[in-house]
């Protein structure tokens, strides 16, 4: 059977994978495994719960708030938050768990049930099994006073606001900024805090109806942020997801600053003021080598890890390192959050802009980023592509022929029989033609019968 949470909790096909049934199983057991550490300490355990706007957020949201109560946890229901906010007010009020029903930059027909640990921080694996374990188990039930009681939490927003805004080494007045909240969980505290710091804010894609989350708005749709910033001749521009834990940014020209860039900026920035722990950057290996090749210059190291917020997030916690990301825009920034925040993010690296009195353009120059080339190669047998001895030294070979301004990245999908072949070099004809005679290689090699 395979095990119900992935990388980022519970997430699927709302009433049919993820299902009101499901959801309030989910809850009792989330309850009875991080919950007790409250009735352990001798108080009554007390959950957080927000949701993105999608329309099965309602019932869902509802099953979880029931489960926990029905569970003995005092419930406070923040309504429409982000998935980073929601993790800020568990650990602020001293909750013992948080639970999000968001499916972040899924499409709208997808949810997810995201859990916090005290404190706001992800669960590691070994605690969502023992909820899976737990779930759906035989348990005694609270009855009267013992019997969790349900609060809406009004205030929650403002306080995850005011968080946002005491983060700023530098006020944002006088910038002039478009963001884009993807119809998504940011569309009122996304526009709050930017303008609470001083920025004249321009709002697009913050109308959510419960059925346009992420539809055409976004951090994975910028069409519409790059014209609006050029139309309203704005400095910068900010595009969060649906559940506004990531942030990408188009500068003055519409042109798009990605993850990669905006973790150089931000890391710069650290190091300059003595503040970046170790002189580290957290990466993973789908991070242009661009980023790489521009912190040695500003003598900053990146450490690399696999593909996943959640990895970036083991390998901070391991070493106190204090900046991470992906290439996405889910960028971590543990001296102010547990989680990617994208509200967070742009406010960071709008203070930068008002710090330096430098456009967005000039400072996400610093990352010279290299041309890369991605080829997936489907029906083959995926997991020979790092036992292969001759696809072993045909990526040696292109490795080798690329020397220090390119690199090769093999990389076996974790759902389909398909292989991604990526690619950098110094230019895309290059990149390409490397990744095509790859390409070849692993449909030679590795071909299902």
Not at 123 to 151: C, Y
Not at 203 to 228: C, F, K, M
Not at 342 to 356: D, H, N, V
Not at 426 to 435: G, K, N
Request: some cysteine.
């Amino acid at each position: 059977m395979p095990r119900l949470f992935g990388t980022d909790g519970v997430r699927g096909l709302a009433n049919v994978d993820v299902t009101a049934e499901l959801a309030l199983d989910l809850s009792v057991a989330a309850a009875h495994v991080l919950g007790d550490a409250g009735a352990f300490a001798g108080h009554r355990p007390r959950a957080v719960v927000g949701r993105d706007p999608r329309a099965s957020g309602e019932f869902l949201s509802a099953a979880v708030v029931a489960g926990l109560a029905s569970a003995g946890v005092d419930v406070e229901d923040v309504g429409v938050l982000p998935t980073p906010g929601v993790a800020y007010l568990v650990a602020a009020t001293g909750a013992d768990l948080g639970v999000v029903l968001s499916a972040s930059h899924n499409p709208m027909p997808d949810n997810g049930i995201k859990f916090f640990a005290r404190g706001g921080h992800k669960l590691p694996d070994d605690v969502e099994d023992q909820i899976e374990k737990r779930l759906r188990e035989d348990w005694q039930r609270p009855t009267g006073a013992r019997v969790g009681r349900i609060r809406p939490d009004g205030a929650g927003a403002a306080r995850y606001v005011e968080h946002l805004v005491g983060t700023l080494r530098h006020r944002l007045d006088g910038l002039r900024v478009v963001m884009d909240c993807a119809h998504g969980a940011a569309y009122q505290v996304g526009p709050a805090a930017l303008r609470a710091a001083g920025a004249q804010v321009t709002v697009i894609g913050a109308e959510p109806d419960g059925l346009n989350i992420n539809d055409g708005y976004g951090s994975t749709h910028l069409d519409r942020l790059q014209a609006a910033v050029r139309e309203h001749g704005a400095d910068a521009g900010i595009a969060v997801d649906g559940d506004a834990d990531r942030c990408l940014a188009v500068d003055a020209d519409g042109r798009v600053v990605d993850g990669d860039q905006v973790m150089g900026v931000l890391a710069v920035a650290l190091a300059e003021r003595g503040e970046l722990a170790g002189d580290t950057l957290v990466t993973t290996v789908m991070s242009n080598l661009g980023l790489r090749l521009a912190m040695e210059q500003a003598g900053i190291r990146t450490v690399q890890t696999a593909v996943g917020d959640r990895y970036v997030l083991e390998e901070m916690h391991r070493h106190g390192y204090c900046l991470g990301g992906e290439q996405s825009g889910h960028v971590l920034m543990l001296a102010h959050q547990t989680t990617g925040d994208g509200i967070l993010t742009g406010l960071q690296l709008l203070s930068r802009m008002a710090e330096t009195g430098r456009p967005l353009a000039e400072l996400a120059g610093v990352v010279r980023r290299l041309p890369q080339v991605l080829v997936n190669v489907t029906n083959v047998d995926k997991r020979r592509a790092h036992e292969d001895p001759e696809l072993t030294s045909a990526v040696q070979a292109a490795e080798a022929a690329l020397g220090e301004t390119g690199r090769v990245l093999l990389r076996p999908s974790g759902t389909e029989p398909v292989v991604r072949v990526m690619v950098e070099a110094a230019d895309v004809e290059q990149a390409q033609q490397v990744a095509d005679r790859l390409a070849g290689v692993v449909r030679q090699r590795l071909a299902l019968a």
